[in-house]
């Protein structure tokens, strides 16, 4: 099993939509979750941390579900600047700051 | 905004030859990083660095890999006699705990 997983996605939203999408992780010990986003051959730009008690950060909210290992992201009024590539970032454990990447869930905003 | 800077941003170099990867971390934090991303593929960790010595490191980070820190603020990879599959883009982060920030990335092409 991959340490992070995602589903590659397109998913292809219309503007003004919500989407939503998951990611799971292998280790169980693992302490912090982020989501970044990625632009074309751009760097990963930290979109939020994600904590237990679920955050929202204006028209994005984030949940973390330990039991059955996944996180998830929620855009609600998608805009076009939302078309990016959604990375699930894992610290997987409590030593060492090391993050794990899964391969991106990829989001196309069409007006 | 302080940001976490890159150079080159595209580097060519022929196979054989040995590459230096220059990064200007955010004067504050305390953990450097290098992540590279091949093409298509996802993001992967390779080493980090923190209070002068390596902290952590992948697989990938053979002996044909070195990083340093030559002064208070660059911090850079040395790669050897590079091969071809050493093309990638790779990515320089910092940060204070876990959350880290990235630099814009050193396009690298092996020929």
């Known amino acids: 099993r991959k340490e992070v997983e995602q589903d590659p996605g397109p998913f292809n939203v219309p503007e003004g939509a919500t989407v939503a999408f998951n990611c799971t992780y292998s280790n169980s010990a693992s302490q912090s979750f982020f989501w970044y986003r990625q632009d074309c051959r751009k760097e990963p730009k930290l979109l939020m941390s994600v904590y237990s008690s679920g955050n929202e950060d204006g028209r994005f909210t984030a949940q973390l579900n330990r039991a059955s290992q996944y996180i998830s992201l929620l855009i609600r009024d998608s805009k076009l600047s939302d078309s990016a590539t959604y990375l699930c970032v894992v610290n997987p454990r409590a030593a060492g700051n090391k993050l794990t990447f899964g391969g991106g869930t990829r989001v196309l905003v069409k007006p | 905004e302080p940001e976490v800077t890159q150079t080159p941003s595209h580097q060519v170099t022929q196979m054989g030859q040995e590459v230096i990867l220059r990064c200007v971390p955010i004067?504050?934090?305390?953990?450097f990083y290098w992540y590279r991303q091949i093409l298509g593929q996802k993001v992967e960790f390779l080493v980090s660095f923190y209070n002068n010595e390596i902290s952590e490191k992948s697989e990938i980070f053979d002996d044909q890999f070195s990083v340093e820190r030559p002064d208070g603020s660059n911090f850079t990879l040395k790669i050897r006699s590079t091969k071809l599959e050493d093309s990638a883009m790779y990515f320089c982060?910092?940060?204070?705990?876990?959350?880290?920030?990235f630099g814009q990335g050193t396009r690298l092409t092996v020929v």
């Open positions: 982060a910092s940060s204070v705990t876990v959350e880290a920030f």
């Open positions: 004067s504050n934090h305390l953990y």
